[in-house]
Nanobody, 115 residues
Framework: QVTLVESGGGLVQPGGSLRLSCAAS????????MGWYRQAPGKQRELVARISRPGGISYASSVKDRFTISDDNAKNTVYLQMNSLKPEGTAVYHC?????????WGQGTQVTVSS
């Protein structure tokens, strides 16, 4: 069983930055996928960025070159550095981990990009 807790959301002006964190309790051993998804009001949940171990990193085209996903295996934590945020980035951001045949979700953290 894996429990995920996200943090780091908040209100930011357009062009600003935020760093989201997702801490996982329980054992996370390769192979695994850790990713960030977001869901805006009235829209479907969409993938923002994902790390696959082994494997690589992928980003949604809408955030590539602005967002950076990283992980710290020793801390069982995945991060999402978001720069040059746009109003369309307003959403609830959810962390997801796929490991050991299971898929786990965090409760989400609200990101609001507004002046």
């Amino acid at each position: 069983q894996v429990t995920l807790v996200e943090s780091g959301g908040g209100l930011v002006q357009p062009g600003g930055s935020l760093r989201l964190s997702c801490a996982a309790s329980g054992s996370i051993f390769s192979p695994y996928d850790m990713g960030w998804y977001r869901q805006a009001p009235g829209k479907q949940r969409e993938l923002v960025a994902r790390i696959s171990r082994p494997g690589g990193i992928s980003y949604a085209s809408s955030v590539k070159d602005r967002f950076t996903i990283s992980d710290d295996n020793a801390k069982n934590t995945v991060y999402l550095q978001m720069n040059s945020l746009k109003p369309e980035g307003t959403a609830v951001y959810h962390c997801n981990v796929v490991v050991g045949g299971g898929s786990y979700w965090g409760q989400g953290t609200q990101v609001t990009v507004s002046s």
